[in-house]
């Protein structure tokens, strides 16, 4: 007894000193720590002693705490530690798709602030904790596919935020929690869009409560449980509804009359329950594409006329439903319709499909009816249709092919495979564009039945390559095969996503894959993946950490034993103070360190400053030396010891980044080395500042030149070139930075001029690598400048390289018109597009240009096709618009026939910085030496004073 007295105050001591004496995220350290040692298998980058830091995979933190854990597809086995609560600022976690993840789901998880939650196709198991209902952040909610059990927690019905509730396939029972006096219920999810909570053992009947017309529910998706009771009549309430299943439970009495007024419900699914009562009358349903009342115990009744006004039906399933009568022959004329099953009815006469019947319908079955003729207009009807066990196929002796039943032969026409025969490596699979490679695979189940049109022309894989583009994944292409039925009649396809450069994919590439899979909320279909074997870095059993023996001394007796554990962590814990205290003084000292190789930056050519320093050289920040200001903070100018010129943005408070930002974006500048882009010449990180120091661009921006601001005045040629050099930046930053850069902020404030009027790409702020699913799709802010914007990226918020296009679109019309894009409530471009006379002389335009043009006289040769070229960068679409490699060469071609020879510079345009040599900061003269339009260039006012 007292010996764990003893061992408790220890324990307790020892928490304490670790609170006090380290930094907050040391308790993020320490929880996945835990995690770690509760998993059998975790990546080999978790290890180092900074997880924000060192580049763990999976691992994502802002302001030194971690906020996202995302390990799909890890391969990880073992229980998720209850340590797991300690991470106070954790906003995301998936640990999808690792089938060796098993134990409860603790019930520390409801101290998080989640709002993601996604563990689909792990093995849980036990009750989903009640206090999940504290997360009140919680959007997402997806737990499909593993096997819980117990009740669904009434507190779910606190996630006032919730729009995605999916507990699909498990082993959850007892009823739908409804709110009752105080206590929360599912009704009160009123965000949700999807409640996905079928193949369970749900029992009791469906509460009238849980449906209102408050709600704005999608999908209710209840199928293969064992509700019992009828079909509430609030359901015809909830006028979002478009996808209803209730297929496969105990459901009884009749169908809710007002269900008819469910007008945007595509699919519909009352099969096997034992729905009782006229059949319901759905002729209001015009959206219905799918339905299926299979065998219920409505009252016998003639074939509804009703059913032949569907203009959107595709599927009518109704057997087992005691139909009588003959079928209308305006049923196949439904031009939608593809598929009818009406097996086990008494359906008599005559079956006439007549002869205009819809394109699309394939197949026709009526196994046990009483059809004793048949009258077929067409010859040939490539029309499958099945009379077994009718009187017409009855009579001794037929041989038509209608009285023999093939089974639905359901194939996936994939893309043909244009492979020469290769045969690849024992595991290794050949890909559609035939590479051996080794996928990632899993099996998409469908939801519904929306996928039927999916077929044609590869829709699927073009449409799950679009996902995968737009996330700037390394995925080469995808192939699916392998259509099936399931018992449950989904239907199912095998996915195999290929990788692209690699044979195969790295973990954090898988992370993001899965990640984008297990969250995609705008298909009909989930996805459970196989585990992925690959990895090139083989698993590693969790290494003993230092950490590890916290948990081992809870259990542990001896009070010897953890004397010699708290002497163990007292050491690791003065080691670790050493470490930090190393780290502040030089944060970046460790990227060249062995182990965070992956994360080892490539700085060379860059100096990393002292803050004293970039004092002495701005003249402590003097405001003489500001030169100007923008989103990020202030610039000002510096001269460095060997008299170099440079630019230094000093970041505000408000706009600092964590050091992984940071560190990420100086690893991606750089890496940037173009003569028409401005280039890094260093960095500052200390004492809580940020710092990026630039080359110095020293004739000011194009926005100043064009409006007059800095006297600098350009002629026809000199404008070509600068269009000329700001598109070769842009084209080196789309075509040839790795990872591919969207600037996203085009405009004349962002294009530098050097002392040769060359342009000079500035201000990647706000630009972004396109590397991880997270922050991608999450976090799509349209970002930009109004006026500028891309119209398709502001509506659809999908970021593309031809975003920058358009922008240089417009900036191309401001230089030739020196109008802001936006003046007095018009936009240049429309102004432009109406006003175009293709029949006249500068297509008419000679009002807009900007006069200084004009006068300095030159002519304005190849100005048509200038225009032409800005209005193709500005189409609507940006399918439609050139990439900024075609700009170029149209630039050059317009330079060539305007008697420049704009190719011969451009050999020489990889990674030279212009030399400061040049200049002598004393002149206020520049030497345009042997170019021949000199005398057009009017510096009237330098930049550079004399100091
Ligand atoms: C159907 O909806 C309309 C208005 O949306 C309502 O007036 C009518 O009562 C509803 N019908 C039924 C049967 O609930
Ligand atoms: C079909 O069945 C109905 C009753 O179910 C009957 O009235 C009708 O005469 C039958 N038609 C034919 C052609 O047998
Ligand atoms: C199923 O369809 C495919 C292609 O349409 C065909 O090659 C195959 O023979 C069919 N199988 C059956 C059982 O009809
Ligand atoms: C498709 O099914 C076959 C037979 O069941 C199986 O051998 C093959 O691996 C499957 N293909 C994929 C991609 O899963
Ligand atoms: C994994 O691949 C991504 C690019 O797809 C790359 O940025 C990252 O460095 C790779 N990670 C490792 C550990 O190789």
Known sequence: MGQRTILVSLLLL??????????????????????????????????????????????????????????????????LSGDIGLLSELDTLDL?????????????????????????????????????????????????????????????????????????????????????????????????????????KLSGTIPPQLFSSEMTLIHVLLDRNQLTGSIPSTLGLVQ??????????????????????LTKVSELYLSNNKLMGPLPNLSGIKSLGYLDMSNNSFDPSEFPPWLTTLGSLTTLKMEGTQLTGQIPVSLFSLTNLQTVVLKHNDLNGTLDIGTGYGMKLHRIELQ????????????????KIILVNNPICQETGTTESYCFDLPFNITYAAPPNICL????????????????????MGILTFRTLSFLDWEKDAGLEKSLMDEFK??????????????????????????????????????????????????????????IAYTYGHYEDPMESSKSSHIAFITGAAVGGSVVLVLLLLAGIYAFHQKKRAE??????????????????????????????????????????????DIGSGGYGKVYRGTLPDRQLVAIKRAQKDSKQGRIEFKAELELLSRVHHKNLVSLVGFCFERGEQMLVYEYVP?????????????????????????????????????????????????PNNILLDEHLNAKVADFGLSKPMIDCEKDHVTTQVKGTLGYLDPEYYTSQQLTEKSDVYSFGVVMLELITARKPIERGKYIVKVVRNSIDRTKDLYGLHEFLDPVIINLGSTLKGMEKFIDLSLMCLEDSSADRPTMNEVVKELENLLHSAGFNATAESSTAASTSSSYDEITTGSSQHLYSNESFDSSVVPLQQKIKAK
């Open 14 to 79: 020892f928490n304490y000193l670790l609170v006090a004496e380290t930094e907050t995220a040391n308790q993020d350290f320490i929880a996945l720590k835990a995690l770690m040692d509760s998993w059998k298998d975790v990546p080999l980058s978790w290890s180092g002693s900074d997880p924000c830091d060192d580049g763990w995979d999976g691992i994502k933190c802002t302001n030194s705490h971690v906020t996202s854990i995302v390990l799909p597809s890890m391969g990880l086995t073992g229980h």
């Open 96 to 200: 999808s798709y690792n089938k060796g993840l098993t134990g409860s789901l603790p019930q520390e998880i409801g101290n998080l602030k989640l709002s993601n939650l996604f563990l689909v196709g792990c093995s849980f198991i036990g009750p989903i904790p009640d206090n999940i209902g504290s997360l009140q952040q919680l959007v997402f909610l997806s737990l499909n596919s593993n096997r819980f059990s117990g009740k669904i927690p009434a507190s779910i019905g606190n996630l006032s935020k919730l729009t995605w509730l999916d507990l699909t396939d498990n082993q959850l029972e007892g009823p739908i929690p409804v709110s009752s006096g105080g206590a929360p219920g599912l009704d009160k999810l009123l965000n949700a869009k999807h409640f996905h909570l079928g193949m369970n």
């Open 240 to 261: 979002s509804l478009e996808v209803v299943r209730f297929d496969s439970n105990s459901l009884t009495g009749p169908v809710p009359l007002n269900i008819n007024n």
């Open 368 to 383: 046990d009816n009483k059809i004793d003729s048949l009258k077929q207009h067409d010859e040939v009807s490539s029309i």
């Open 421 to 440: 025969p290769v045969t690849c490596s024992s595991d290794q699979i050949l890909s559609p564009k035939c590479k051996c490679a080794y996928p990632f």
């Open 470 to 527: 737009e996330d700037h994944l390394p995925v080469d292409s995808v192939s699916l095969s392998n259509l099936t039925m399931n018992q449950f009649q989904y239907l199912e396809l095998s996915l195999q996503v290929f990788p692209s450069g690699q044979d195969y994919f790295n973990r954090t590439e898988i992370s993001s894959i899965s990640c984008l899979l297990s969250n995609l909320t705008k298909h009909p279909f989930y996805f």
């Open 580 to 625: 930090k205290a190393i780290a502040k003084s030089n944060p970046f000292g460790r990227w060249v360190s062995k182990d965070s190789e992956c994360m080892t930056p490539q700085l060379k050519g860059i100096k990393q400053f002292s803050f004293v320093e970039i004092q002495k050289y701005t003249r402590n920040f003097s405001q003489d030396n």
């Open 699 to 747: 004739n000011g921006t194009l926005h100043d030149t064009i409006t007059g601001k800095s006297g600098i005045r350009l002629d026809w040629i000199r404008r070509l070139k600068v269009a000329l050099g700001a598109a070769r930046g842009l084209a080196y930053l789309h075509e040839h930075a790795n990872p591919p850069i969207i600037h996203r902020d085009i405009k």
